[in-house]
């Protein structure tokens, strides 16, 4: 789908600055109720609680959101292909710099 070339592109460049706060949000969750369910192991040197991490996690996670929220639905309204299709293929191209971070 010739369309979702600009969208697809725009998040995948969104995707690269949104390596921290996709990684902030993993470590807080892997640290947190993650571990406290036994499904990870919590990383023995975090011993400052996690408050600390929230102070920091919160506004980064917000203003990422923000800018791609805001980027988004400028770029929903002017592709003519299904909101279904156009939100699936922004979510997966925005993760796409995370992930290939982590597995390699």
Not at 25 to 30: I, N
Request: hydrophobic share 55%; glycine share 10%; with cysteine.
């Amino acid at each position: 789908m010739r369309k979702l070339l600009v969208p697809a592109g725009v998040n995948l460049l969104l995707g690269v600055p949104g390596i921290v706060p996709y990684f902030l949000v993993w470590y807080v969750l892997a640290n947190g109720p993650l571990a406290a369910l036994g499904w990870t192991t919590q990383d023995p040197n975090e011993n400052d609680g996690m408050l600390l991490w929230l102070v920091i996690v919160v506004p980064v996670v917000g203003i990422h959101g923000l800018v791609w929220g805001l980027v988004n639905r400028r770029l929903a309204r002017r592709t003519p292909v299904p909101k279904a299709v156009y939100w699936t293929v922004c979510a997966v191209a925005s993760l796409a710099p995370f992930l290939a971070i982590g597995l390699f």
